[in-house]
């Protein structure tokens, strides 16, 4: 025990633990990480002994003596083989090229986020992203006399009346109320949610122009909400004694709801709101930054479901809400973190996602570029693009290498079809820059080599790859070498039937017909159906609509339900067994054998073909064995866990 502790430590110490070779088969090894992975996951439910461990490694070593056999036949280059093996890497590349760590990472934000509600208000000046200098340079300037502003101690509603360019800013004086995860842009969620509360952020541009974000209050997330209302609107341009008159109508039916009446037929009665009066006012569920903060507050206000709010006042008339159900924020956990992952890929904020795996992939692929100095590729792909010949001092050609990879390069030739190629879709580059349009390039074609060679950067990818191209080799060779020859060598059966006729022998039984029921109730049903004429059973079986499965023949009394030791019986009917999904099995017998009896070559074909298998295959093993001398190294067995 103790030199095989002091072995385990030496080998651990030396670095080459998990790299150790168990087994060599001619100039091939399988590592003792390779055999261990494939024991484990064929043999979860057995416990790891020495004894199970050289069982399997026996059938493991067999496993891999044929592949490398299928190997050397060139079997995987066959057109069959490349592309069943095509078609599958397709089925599952998907799932491996997402960028789980980033995308988990964005998840695990959202949810801190998603805990807490931010009140905030903002400044903005437009700077669209196609402005020109001299706009920009006016919003800068515009915006940065706000920033002045603030640092003088001036209220932010006053800064954002006189300098903001938001339409609603005269009303709202920048508030935008309440705010959660997913309520705004990726780019302003995050400075929000970076902002201290009672500060304001750095001015930070978006496409639309500059902003300045105030962070004004935060509380506990309230969640969502369901509920129902009723709208009693104001009518068109309506004069404040008919929006008086408006109020006396809700008054009037909330103290109906009050006294008892049904609110859901009052809203389909009364309710100006023409989206919800026909489902009783029912409104979908939302949460905060959904509808103006007076109505949210009013519904959200509400104590308990059932309870309704007094005739709240918005810009289109008076809301009687009834709450139907609320939601708290959901707690951590994974149904929680796959259900953030899911809208983030549905979110615009993916992209951020997409970017951080596109640099990862860039890294890993040895991704190279060599751009032309100054503006010599727009210039060349201008004039292409235009149909027209380059300048002669271009210094470029369609040959010239833009993008390099390992094992491809692409061409400026390439680029230009490429740009030829979005002519077709116009809306691909409307408004975007020849910069950014390179880089769509660019990530398309690094994606595009990434995917194709991922199984040199994504190890469970490798794997999975592997394990199909192997099974589908080793189905090729076996069919080639033994189950089709099998099947055709009728000598080779006949004789290996003669010479082992001994092993099959009918034992005791009965000719019968098994019954298979769905459960005891459909089983006994059956059985009184055929107590009255048992030569009918298949139209009898028919009648139970495919409920009920026969099968007639001469079985083992093993094979037969019911016996439980006794005698078949002819012209009986065996008793029911009922299996742990409710099943029942049940036998009639037609004739009992008593005795042991001899097989016909006919009635024993499919038993010697597989035996005639087994044997051509121990004859190829012992061949593969030749041809591939195996040699267990048993130092590196003896480190095997137990």
Request: one cysteine or more; glycine letters at 6%; hydrophobic letters at 35%.
């Amino acid at each position: 025990m103790k030199n095989a502790v002091l072995l385990f430590l030496l080998l651990i110490c030396s670095g080459s633990f998990f790299g150790q070779t168990l087994v060599r088969y001619g100039n091939h090894n399988i590592t003792r990480v390779e055999f261990l992975t494939a024991f484990r996951k064929n043999n979860s439910h057995v416990v790891p002994t020495e004894k199970a461990y050289r069982d399997y490694l026996s059938l493991y070593i067999r496993y891999r003596l044929k592949v490398q056999a299928s190997f050397d036949m060139k079997l995987d280059t066959m057109m069959q083989q490349i592309t069943e093996l095509q078609n599958f890497k397709s089925q599952i590349v998907d799932q491996y090229t997402n960028d789980e760590t980033s995308l988990n990472k964005m998840a695990r934000e959202a949810f801190i986020r998603s805990q807490h509600d931010l009140r905030i208000s903002y400044i903005f000046v437009a700077a669209p992203k196609n402005s020109s200098p001299s706009d920009t340079a006016r919003a800068w300037k515009k915006i940065q006399d706000a920033v002045k502003a603030l640092k003088s101690n001036r209220d932010f509603g006053e800064v954002a009346i006189q300098f903001s360019e938001d339409p609603f800013v005269k009303n709202n004086k920048g508030d935008l109320g309440f705010i959660t995860v997913f309520d705004l842009p990726y780019s302003m969620e995050t400075v929000a949610y970076l902002t201290p509360t009672g500060k304001y952020s750095p001015v930070f541009r978006t496409d639309g122009g500059y902003i300045i974000l105030k962070t004004t209050a935060e509380r506990a997330a309230l969640g969502r909400i369901r509920i129902a209302q009723i709208l009693v609107a104001f009518p068109y341009q309506a004069s404040e004694s008919a929006k008086a008159e408006t109020r006396q109508r809700a008054d009037s039916i909330y103290r109906a709801i009050q006294g008892g009446a049904d609110f859901g037929e009052l809203a389909k009665k009364f309710s100006g709101d023409n989206l919800s009066y026909q489902l009783g006012g029912a409104l979908p569920e939302f949460g905060i930054g959904k509808y103006e903060a007076g109505f949210e507050n009013t519904a959200f206000n509400l104590k308990k479901d059932g309870d309704i709010s007094e005739p709240y006042r918005s810009d289109f008339g008076y809301h009687i809400i009834k709450r139907i159900s609320r939601k708290p924020v959901p707690a951590a956990g994974q149904k929680t973190m796959d259900a953030l992952k899911e809208k983030i890929k549905a979110d615009p904020r993916v992209a951020v996602s997409r970017n951080q795996m596109m640099q990862t992939i860039l890294i890993k692929t040895q991704f190279r570029e060599y751009i032309p100095a100054g503006n010599r590729l727009w210039d060349y792909t201008d004039s292409l693009l235009q149909n027209k010949k380059p300048a002669s001092n271009a210094g470029i050609t369609d040959q010239t290498v833009l993008f390099q990879f390992p094992n491809k390069s692409y061409t400026i030739g390439e680029w230009i079809a490429y740009r030829k190629s979005l002519k077709s879709s116009p809306t691909l580059t409307n408004n975007k820059t020849n910069t950014e349009i390179l880089n769509l390039y660019r990530q398309a074609v690094a994606f595009d080599y990434y995917k194709q060679h991922l199984e040199n950067y994504n190890k469970a990818y490798a794997e999975q790859v592997n394990e199909f191209r192997n099974g589908n080799l080793l189905f090729e060779i076996m069919q080639r070498q033994i189950w089709n020859r099998a099947a055709a060598d009728s000598a080779g059966l006949e004789k290996y039937f003669q010479a082992h006729s001994k092993d099959y022998w009918w034992k005791p039984g009965a000719e019968a017909i098994i019954f298979n029921a769905p459960n005891i109730a459909a089983a006994k049903k059956l059985e009184s159906n055929l107590e009255r004429n048992v030569k009918n059973w298949r139209k009898e079986v028919d009648s139970f609509a495919g409920q009920i499965q026969a099968d007639s023949g001469r079985f083992e009394s093993k094979q037969l339900p019911g016996l439980a030791g006794t005698a078949a019986e002819a012209g009986k009917f065996t008793d029911p067994v009922t299996g742990p999904n409710k099943s029942t099995q049940f036998a009639y017998i037609i004739l009992p054998y008593k005795t042991s009896l001899p097989r016909t070559f006919d009635e024993a074909r499919g038993l010697v073909i597989n035996d005639y298998q087994n044997e051509l295959e121990n004859q190829w093993i012992k061949e593969l064995e030749k041809k591939y001398p195996v040699v267990i190294n048993e130092t590196v067995f003896k480190t095997l866990p137990k």
